[in-house]
């Protein structure tokens, strides 16, 4: 708790310090409880925008730490937060999280849409993100992710502001808008 109110201070006021200044000898438990304010206890999200972590591969929390921390990858808070860790706290918090069971809440969907998803899924996403979007080491879990996260990252992925690999970027920059609502519909449908 005392490292998390230390930390949201740092946030506010915009500084990005060196990790050993404050996390020297931290175990990943207590590194990773500084995330919880956002991201729920063990990363177990209670939503709407805040993605799920607890249950997501290691490799992609890791990668995706530090394409935040170099900017690759946009962000509203992630970017100024990443900084202040080590690759060694990033790994270790990655392996905390990925340890941890993947929490699906229960989200609001449409029956009709859901079914739509399933198959554009199915034709265009499935080989990457397997057993319906509950799978991919290093392109994270979508089954039960929350579609306020869903629908802002497929933004990002559509205007390019996000990377994505080429072969995904095919096909979903062929997606309708009413395909990508058809998708996060069925990866939310999912328990
Ligand atoms: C103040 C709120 C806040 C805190 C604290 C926070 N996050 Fe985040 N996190 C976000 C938001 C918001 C996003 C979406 C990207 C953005 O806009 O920054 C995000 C996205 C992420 C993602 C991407 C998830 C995905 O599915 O692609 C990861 C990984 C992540 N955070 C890890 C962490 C870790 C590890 C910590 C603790 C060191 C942490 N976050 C602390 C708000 C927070
Ligand atoms: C060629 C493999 C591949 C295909 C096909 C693919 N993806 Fe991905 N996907 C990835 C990888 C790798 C990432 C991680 C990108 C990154 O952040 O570096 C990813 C990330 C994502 C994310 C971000 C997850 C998060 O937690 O932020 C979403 C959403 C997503 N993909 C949706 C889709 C959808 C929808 C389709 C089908 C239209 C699709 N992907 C097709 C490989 C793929």
Not at 47 to 63: F, K, R, W
Not at 91 to 120: C, I, L, N, T, Y
Not at 166 to 180: C, P, R, V
Request: with cysteine; net charge positive.
């Amino acid at each position: 708790m005392r490292i998390k109110s230390i930390h949201l201070a740092l946030l506010a006021g915009g500084i990005a310090v060196s990790s050993s200044l404050w996390a020297a000898g931290s175990s990943p438990a207590m590194l990773s409880n500084t995330c919880g304010g956002c991201h729920g206890t063990n990363g177990a999200s209670v939503g709407p925008s805040m993605p799920t972590l607890g249950g997501q591969p290691a490799e992609y929390i890791v990668d995706t730490m530090k394409q935040f921390k170099s900017g690759e990858r946009p962000s509203t808070i992630m970017g100024r937060l990443a900084k202040a860790y080590s690759d060694e706290d990033i790994k270790a918090m990655g392996e905390f999280f990925a340890a941890k069971k993947f929490v699906r809440h229960p989200q609001p969907v449409d029956a009709s849409k859901v079914a739509k998803g399933k198959k554009v899924h199915e034709q265009n996403c499935g080989k990457c993100h397997e057993k319906g979007g509950r799978e991919s080491d290093d392109g994270g879990v979508l089954a039960g992710q929350w579609k306020e996260y869903l629908q802002i990252t497929m933004n990002e992925f559509q205007s390019k502001a996000r990377p994505m690999p080429s072969k995904m970027a095919k096909k979903l920059e062929a997606l309708s808008q009413e395909d990508l609502d058809a998708l996060i519909n069925f990866y939310a449908s999912q328990r």
